[in-house]
């Protein structure tokens, strides 16, 4: 690969993480860290959630491809914020935490 393609390549890595990071913001959501996540099945779980890195998962923008450790299975998650939960959905959600990698 010549040095203009490399420089091509992680120019456009570096915008993805960019804007990544500002949908989830402009969403509301935190940019990195603990996140509280809901899989398209409505279970609600913590998981380490860093723009730009995934080993556990597919990453679609300001969503996820990831296994649920509540229901077991393979699922779209995204993010949600903790004000929206109620407060037996947030202590769920505090109780369950998957794999501790991003």
């Not at 993480?17 to 809901?38: D, F, S, T, W």
Request: aromatic share 6%.
């Amino acid at each position: 690969m010549s040095a203009q393609r490399r420089r091509f390549a992680l120019i456009a890595a570096a915008v993805g993480v960019l804007v990544e990071a500002i949908a989830i913001r402009r969403l509301g959501y935190p940019i990195a860290g603990n996140v509280v996540v809901r899989c398209q099945r409505g279970h609600v779980f913590t998981t380490i959630w860093v723009p730009g890195a995934s080993i556990k998962s597919l990453r679609l923008g300001p969503w996820r491809v990831q296994r649920c450790p509540v229901g077991g299975h393979w699922s779209l998650v995204t993010p949600i914020r903790r004000t929206d939960l109620t407060a037996k959905e947030r202590r769920a959600a505090d109780q369950t935490r998957d794999v501790r990698v991003p």
